[in-house]
């Protein structure tokens, strides 16, 4: 996980040359920094599996929980095509049986915090009609 740093100019240089115009510089809100979080993921199930951060991965400061809005979604995506053209394809564009591969989530988080965990769901997303859905707790130390 990296906070507090542009996003990967790399990727959004491989972005811009894909929609074959340059593009601007993603710039967190005001008085926000982004967080990439950076995960392997790996089906471990009997059939292709298509996962991302959307709605299924918060970023927590505390008691508070961020997710990707539908802009850091987008520039997920861009992190999942540049990936995905180094052949290193991942769960956004599916994952066979026993195959592994980068899944990331961008967040914005107010400037100057630390997160201090992340919550994984194993469902479909992280609140439903049936309230929180089952996941995993990831503490951070920092």
């Known amino acids: 996980m990296t906070c507090g740093k542009p996003l990967d100019t790399a990727v959004m240089a491989y972005a811009a040359d894909s929609v074959g115009a340059p593009t601007p510089t993603p710039t967190p809100e005001a008085g926000k920094q982004f967080c990439v979080v950076a995960m392997d993921a790996r089906n471990v199930g009997k059939s292709e599996a298509i996962w991302n951060a959307d709605s299924t991965v918060s970023l927590n400061v505390g008691d508070t929980r961020y997710t990707q809005s539908q802009k850091e979604s987008d520039y997920a995506l861009d992190y999942a095509q540049y990936f995905n053209s180094k052949g290193q394809v ?9 195959s592994r591969g980068p899944v990331h989530g961008i967040f914005q988080i107010p400037a100057g915090q630390q997160p201090t965990s992340i919550w994984v769901t194993s469902s479909t997303a992280i609140t439903t009609v049936d309230g929180v859905g089952p996941g995993y707790l990831v503490l951070l130390n920092r």
């Open 90 to 98: 991942g769960p956004t564009f599916g994952l066979n049986p026993g």
